[in-house]
């Protein structure tokens, strides 16, 4: 064990100050990172490698992007918090708004959690009804009501729910498996007068990557309107990264060009790439619920540093430079990066499945079709994704640290990058077929 990790667990517990950076899911000791550039992490033993973790999410535009960093020097250098509202608040709350229409108002919050956590409470309190459905293996961040059948860290550590919440912050909770079109009707029928909203992640990515199936979202919205509950669209990890408009603008599309009225979720939860890597997440969606937050409605919601102006202006600079040249180029990288894993594997005769949605993407070790839900994805095989891990970390490529998560690549990452990954996992692949 290194000096770093007994250090650091003699003060956080596992070591670790969020449970899947502890590599419970792959084995072995997590070395500090000590900077990030680009495409490129740096651990504090000065090993360098090309990551496809950014900081799960947020770093779309590669790490320590100049301008971001520009930016926010320039806002700490005007003052660290005020507590009050400032102009770039408003002008991020518009640039979500104009790229992403169903935000007609947004409340700017420091993490997804309380994003989804109040996007709860609202559902609750403007439909007086109790019950909330979610789906299995799908991630909504640690408040208590959606900690029950939860993906990311829990599904890594096998643990499907949390010690700690009460059966009474569960019980409202209905958990369905992901993508179940009869289950969620019947759940309707059964207590349709009770819920109070449906929570989906846009395109689940906590259980892997999980291509939502078709019409699946716009029955959850259907249903959600003809029976007075609120639908929740979670793209948090999704929101500005799968797509220019996350995975709701991808569905958006597909609609227009088929003809169809596209589908509106109620509420919408942002975070990670809205805050380019400092704590900025959001509640946004239609008027008349957003309308019942505090200080106009009856709903409370606050938080001392929400909206600061050093993380706002982190989440600006990403914003406007996350242009569609940008997501273009982040979308040829995701692709000719899973393409080439994929046919790498393929080759070799390793049984896998890519899932995939818009840009996000992960590979299923193990499944010889893309899964939909949690019972699928957890046939995947956990012991050669391990293996996969560290031959890959040992050539300069930091994985996720576990099965079930999305790669992510970033505005940074090039074509070489590309090349070095995939001929990594070409020489891992051929070491498996030896053994
Ligand atoms: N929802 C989704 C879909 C997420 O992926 C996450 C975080 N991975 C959250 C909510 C919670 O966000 P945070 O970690 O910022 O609380």
Redesign the pocket.
């Known amino acids: 064990m290194s000096s770093y990790s007994e250090r650091a667990r003699a003060i956080l517990p596992g070591g670790v100050n969020s449970p899947v950076r502890a590599w419970n899911g792959v084995g072995g000791e997590p070395v500090p990172i000590a900077e990030a550039h680009g495409s490129r992490i740096v651990d504090a033993d000065g090993r360098e490698m090309i990551d496809l973790v950014a900081s ?2 947020p770093a779309i535009l590669g790490h320590a992007k100049p301008e971001v960093v520009a930016a926010v020097q320039a806002a700490a250098a005007k003052g660290l918090s005020f507590g009050a509202t400032t102009e770039a608040e408003v002008e991020l709350a518009e640039i979500i708004r104009d790229r992403y229409a169903p935000a007609e108002r947004v409340r700017l919050v420091s ?6 956590m109040t996007a709860i409470r609202l559902a609750r309190a403007a439909t007086g009804r109790t019950r909330i459905v979610k789906f299995a293996g ?5 408040s208590d009501a959606l900690l029950v059948a939860a993906g ?1 860290g829990l599904a890594t550590a096998g643990v499907p729910d949390s010690a700690g919440v009460t059966p009474g912050a569960a019980q409202d909770t209905l958990v369905l498996p992901y993508g179940d079109e009869a289950a969620l009707t019947d759940a309707f029928a059964e207590h349709g007068a009770e819920i109070a909203g449906v929570i989906v ?1 846009a395109a689940p ?2 259980m892997g990557v999980i291509q939502p199936p078709a019409g699946f979202n716009r029955l959850i919205s259907t249903l959600c309107r003809n029976e007075g509950a609120v639908m929740i669209l ?1 793209e ?3 929101g500005f990264r799968a797509g220019p408009a996350g995975c709701w603008g991808i569905e958006r599309d597909h609609d227009l060009a088929a003809g169809l009225d596209p589908w509106t979720p109620d509420l919408v ?1 942002f ?2 790439v809205i805050g380019g890597g400092l704590p900025v ?1 959001a509640l946004g969606g239609r008027r008349d619920l957003m309308e019942q937050l505090a200080p106009l409605g009856p709903v409370y919601q606050a938080g001392t540093l929400s909206g600061n102006p050093v993380a706002v202006a982190a989440g600006l600079a990403t914003m406007r430079l996350l242009d569609d040249d940008v997501h273009a180029h982040v979308a040829r990288i995701a692709s000719s990066l899973a393409d080439g894993v994929s046919g790498a594997l393929t080759e070799r005769g390793i049984t896998h499945a890519v899932g995939r949605a818009g840009t996000l993407f992960s590979v299923f070790l193990g499944l010889d079709e893309a899964p939909v839900t949690f019972d699928e994805v957890s046939r995947q095989d956990t012991a050669a994704f391990a293996r996969l891990f560290h031959a890959l970390r040992r050539e300069g490529v930091a994985l996720p640290p576990s099965a079930y998560e999305a790669w992510f690549v970033s505005a940074a990452h090039s074509v070489n990058d590309v090349r070095h990954i995939v001929s990594t996992v070409a020489h891992w692949a051929d070491a498996e077929v030896a053994a």
């Open positions: 799960w999410g993490t997804g959690t309380e994003a989804t799908c991630y909504h961040g640690h990311s992640e990515a906590n979670d948090v990890l999704t939860t975070g990670k997440a």
